[in-house]
């Protein structure tokens, strides 16, 4: 048995997922994705998602105040 097969649910057949294929969708998932992954030191600076949000939309009006291209 593999690791996968001990970690499985009971309830689960693990020969249902023989044929499946690792990682199927995930070049699509990547190229739709606006997942964006900071380093620590940055994210420790923001209790969650919304300060994060907020604080770009300031850097934002910042920019165009002091007409910062966007090189987007």
């Known amino acids: 048995m593999s690791n996968i097969d001990d ?11 023989d044929s ?4 199927k969708y995930a070049e699509r ?8 992954i900071v380093e620590p030191d940055v ?9 994060v949000n907020n604080a770009l939309r300031e ?5 165009k105040q002091v ?3 966007n090189h987007a």
Not at 20 to 23: S, Y
């Open 7 to 17: 970690d499985m649910k009971d309830e689960y057949d693990p020969a249902l997922f």
């Open 67 to 69: 007409n910062v291209p």
């Open 20 to 23: 499946a294929e690792v990682g």
């Open 29 to 36: 998932l990547r190229q739709a994705s606006n997942v964006v």
């Open 43 to 51: 994210a420790a600076a923001f209790p969650n998602n919304a300060a």
């Open 59 to 63: 850097l934002l009006k910042l920019a």
